[in-house]
């Protein structure tokens, strides 16, 4: 084989490979960018969790996208049943906004919003706007607040939730 057939195949393989890449990332909803972060079992690189003791919080997004908006946070769920007409549910949404602000105050970047793609890859986007974000400090405040009286109320009416919890024995508002 000479080696103008050989670079006319790889040239052609490359291309292949780059339009399989931008479909599947179209697919999942995942920017185009510049994926710098993950925390996904069996990926090349391991994230460290990102922390700020300025708003007292610490997690790991599943992957961090460098766009030319600024880096996106994406998170990805197992659910099956995701809230409908596009929703994300709450405990979805306060997750989202704090890989956010994390990303924010640690890495110093711009970030104009966040992904949670549910099973099935149904795509949502969580925009940081300033409201959101004052949503973020007030929950953070309560939460605090909370750990610091050694007090939170149950905040649902679901049998199932109860029954992973794992403070459930020790509380006084269990549902079983």
Known sequence: MNIQVLAATLVVLAFVLFLLAARSRKKTGIPAGEVFYQDLPGQP???EPLRSNALGISGKPDCLVRTVDGTVP?????????????GIYPNHMIQA?????LVEDQMKARVPYAL????GQQ?????????RRQWLLQT??????????????????HRGRCVGCGVRSNCDQALL
């Open 45 to 47: 690189f391991f994230g």
């Open 140 to 157: 953070i405040h309560e939460v605090e607040m909370a750990r610091a009286h050694l007090t939170a109320n149950r905040n649902h009416e």
């Open 74 to 86: 994406v998170e990805l769920k197992n659910s099956s049943k995701p809230p409908a007409r596009g």
């Open 123 to 131: 795509v949502r986007r969580v925009a940081f706007t300033e409201e």
């Open 97 to 101: 906004l704090a890989y956010c602000a």
């Open 116 to 119: 949670v793609i549910y099973a």
